[in-house]
């Protein structure tokens, strides 16, 4: 029956439910070209035109029976992880009427007989001219909502081919397996090109359009078949058992299980079977020789997860089928993996040959090519065994041993040939045949290098593989014969394997990944590229062990340099390596125009994606796939700091429970949701600095407490748990004990995120003066986005990353009064009081109770909102945050205090903005009620007028005096000569007097001269709150106290602020503040005319 293209189209990707932005691929087989078109009815009507067209130039057309995620470049036919969609399962039959290796084939009319009798009939059968090509089409195109789904269809298709496969096998007919996800098969109403002589049409034999089948039906019959090929346990131990003592096996059952035995212990047992299972399936042995295996380790070790292991078992061997990766030895423990390489040895390839013959053998057979080949690939000495078994099985009497010689001497030239990179040409031209690649020499590549990936090509030799080593092929000519002189490369098979570049260029550094091929296994190590392919780091790699030495490097260097240039440049049309894309620090990144968010150890991604951020570590990864050019990971370089700062962005706890924690304390304290809003406001930074609405990368929220810290219990560091356990555990509260470097590493790899440090009180190592420029140092690097430029080697500086991020800090003393007032630090922090009033029983409790929920239920909120947020960002850009940026920074300023604050507070405005923009977009993305969201919004503005209340309206030295003066006021009784004249017995204790000291000029200046404890005293308690040194350096700098020029043994000179004075008989060390700034006149104007001795007290304004 004729059936269009468009219309076959049509019938499996009907337009109704198949999913948006889904592509259809069509490939040529001579140019190994693909061309992509939308799968729409337009699409269709395009993708029918061009095979119709491709068609008439004699080129063979196939379709990928799963729809595309996206367009495909036109070098790229695709794999598993680009499909998106299924319209159904299928089979491609291979029967006797085509050109085919296997012999054992059915005639069209049996395999299409066979197929309408089954259960589960298809629902179309197209016969491609050499078989059959039937579908099994599903009520609605299965459309992939995520990684556990294509892995669901891998599965099942696998299964369900492995039950067609039994059936066959019933029939002792030969059915090849091609469950692939990315499977391509003839477009009906073109035609089969095999023999370009004699064209064979591809057409619709079969079709049924009503019969559709539920996921459910298809894999219920191929269990009842899996399970009717006796896949139970005990018919698995017989036939396992008997396997075991026929001649020929090569795995002892009981030698396996004793030797796995000690190792199957509690708590690894899975991975122990996916791994033995992997190992065993590889080495060729019956999955029912696996399942026994398993099945009696089970019984003897007492694990009471049978089901589990059988289904390891089943999904290795289903994965093999599909073409997939799976663990093997080099996941079990080393000692094991050398028993089992011992006891389960690799098929001989002798016996194999011999064993495909059939038996009785089929001799003629050996003279087709496929077969010859296979010759042409053993040794010599496995050569002449196999010619010795063939005359002591009586084949010499059917094919000459003679014949046979020069028949495979000239398959071995022929692949000599195709070393050489030359097109060899059989029977009038095979369109198929060209250079030869690198796993039809070294079959074990085929496992790490694309398919189709060539030797290099050299002028006068050619490199091959022989006897597990790369060599060199030189060809010389003498006399009229050309001879090849064979040099080693290297002592083992190495190769390039997967590129790693990073995702941003000017942050990271690129690297391959290099494999080499030791001890029967692969081994693996990813090298920088600046080390792989310079002569003089030959020690980097021997670290990684890599068997090179200074002898071999620059050959293996030029190897694999022309490896890299081919699989990045292409040379020799050969095709690109998988590239994973490398991360070195949190936050968004942007990859071939898609925005995504790394958070911790996972990645974000638009659609509602989700995987884990080291994915480039998954074996899964298909060497020709081209996702993986957007697979991302992190770089493999990680310091153990940076593993320990993104252990702790991970989830804990309930998501709904979470969230609802942080929306009730958010609304009661209104530190706390200006804290979370601030955290959520974190991922917009680099928008808003973009959009100009910002001019710091960052800013700063500290929590400090009332009455200098002397007071406990006020809900400083619980505030900073609660407001960490948005993106992860509340753990990631540190003391500040870091290293400058430490802080530097903490802030770029938190990018777009917040970092939280405690006791920010202990910055700096080495006295007061450190502490100040260390804390203006961190406010600044917050600010400015970068840590300090060092030098580089050849000269000059080396930018270090740039970052955006928001520091929550506690501490046990306001650390704003050691920052100098001219240094711009106050408008890079926003300042809260403490979460709790006072130390109470009660406020003790509620302390240790939001703590302990931040701890049961963190993580959840965050991803939730941040992938939310990688979404919306997708779908409308960037505009909605300057927008909400923009709307909230107007009602911040609407209501600025009059007064001095005013300047300040409108810069802090901007940060502040952020943090209700965030706190808007984190209620919209968790979906809150209008209600909550009005009650937490208005709560976050109580935060913010808090942290305008604590700007500082005047100086620190002007609040310093302030301070002074009060204390004196409230003291003069306790200070010798400001006493009053009816006071008659001396205090206890004197803390000041008022005398006359020396100034550098060598001028006596009045003065009260206070000692260090009084000074200390009158600056640091409440309402002032300042830090004693740094009020004393203020006082100093603005001139209100005396102080002295001492030059040093060194010839160097230092300001004393604090001068010996005489108390009551007792010299102390005491600062001195000029008299007349406790009058009521100017602070420059005259001290009056009262002597130390009998001073006149009325003229201080007590």
Known sequence: MELRPTDFFALLYPTTTTPDNAWLTLWTRQDKLTRSFPATPEGFQQAEEEALRLDGEGKDVYFGVGLRKEKLPPEKRGAAGDVVALPGLWVDADCQEGIHKAGNLPAKGEALQTLLDLPVPPTVVVDSGGGLHAYWLFREPWAFGGEDDR??????????????????????????????????????????????????????????????YALEELARWAGEVLRREGKGIRAALERANAAAAAPGTDADVEAVVGAVKPWWSEGDR????????????????????????????????????????????????????????????????????????????????????????????????????????????????????????????????????????????????????????????????DPLAGPRTIAEAFPPAKDVLPEGFPFPALEDGYYDIRRDRVVRVELKRKGEEEEEEEEAITDTVVLLTRRITPVEADSGIEKFRVAWWERDRWRFGDVPARYLFDRKRVAELVDLGIPVSSGNVDKLIDWLHRLRCMAVLGHQGAPELPTVHAVNRCGWHELNGEKFFVLGREILRPGGASLPADAGDREEIEADSPRTDTDVRWAEDLSALERQILSGFRCSGDPEEQKKFLLDTAIRYPQVAFGVGCAAGAPLLRFAREAGLLDVNGFTVLMVPRAGGRSRHQGKSTWNMVVASLYGSPARCRNYDATQVAQEIVLGTCCDLTVHREDLQLVGTRGKKDREA?????????????????????????????????????????????????????????????????????????SERLQQVAAEHHGHAGREYLAWLVEKVRREGDGFIREGINDALGLLRRNLPGDARRASAGRLASRAAVGLCGLTLLLEAWQVGDETAFAAIKSFLRGWEMAVDAVPAETVADRALEAVQAFVAANRELIQGLRGPDAKNPPPKWIGTLTEVVDDSGQKVRVVALTEPAFAEAVSREPFDLDPHHALQALAAKGYTVTRKEKMTDGKEKVRTKLPVRIAGTVARCICIPFHVFTTGEADGSEGGASPSNPDVDEIPF
Do not use: C, M
Not at 198 to 205: A, D, G, I, T
Not at 318 to 341: C, F, H, I, N, Y
């Open 270 to 429: 899975h991975n122990r079977a996916l791994a033995l299972a992997g190992f065993l399936a590889k080495r060729g042995v019956p999955q029912e020789t696996v399942e026994a295996i398993i099945a009696r380790l089970v019984e003897e070790t007492g694990d009471s997860e049978v089901k589990d292991r059988l289904r390891a078992v089943a999904d290795t061997y289903a994965k093999l089928a599909a073409g997939e990766r799976v663990t093997g030895l080099s996941a079990l423990p080393q000692e094991l993996a050398e028993k089992l390489d011992s006891l389960v040895r690799r098929p001989d390839p002798v016996q194999a040959i011999l064993a495909d013959l059939g038996d009785p053998p089929e001799w003629p057979r050996l003279f087709e090519q496929s077969v010859l080949r296979r010759l042409a690939g053993l040794r010599e000495e496995d050569f002449q065994r196999f010619l010795a078994e063939v005359k002591a099985r009586g084949g010499a009497k059917v094919v000459s041993p003679g014949d046979l010689k020069k028949a495979v001497k000239q398959a071995r030239a022929k692949v000599k040939a195709e070393r050489r990179g030359l097109e060899v040409l059989e029977g009038g031209g």
């Open 774 to 846: 260390e804390l203006l140092r961190l406010v600044h690097q917050v600010a400015k986005g970068e840590g300090r430029d060092r030098g580089a080697r050849s000269g000059g500086g080396r930018k270090t990353r740039e970052f955006f991020t928001v520091l929550f800090a506690t501490a046990e003393l306001d650390v704003t009064t050691w920052l100098p007032t001219e240094s711009g630090a106050h408008d890079r922090i926003l300042k809260l009081p403490p979460l709790l009033p006072e130390e109470s029983d009660e406020n003790r409790a509620e």
């Open 151 to 212: 892995r669901e269809a891998a599965s099942l298709s696998a299964r369900f081919q492995q039950a067609l496969q039994a059936l066959w096998r019933e029939q002792n007919w030969e059915l090849d397996n091609t469950s692939d996800l990315a499977r391509i098969l003839r477009v009906p109403g073109t035609r089969n090109w095999k023999d370009p002589g004699n064209p064979r049409e591809v057409k619709v034999v079969h079709l049924d359009p009503g019969r559709r």
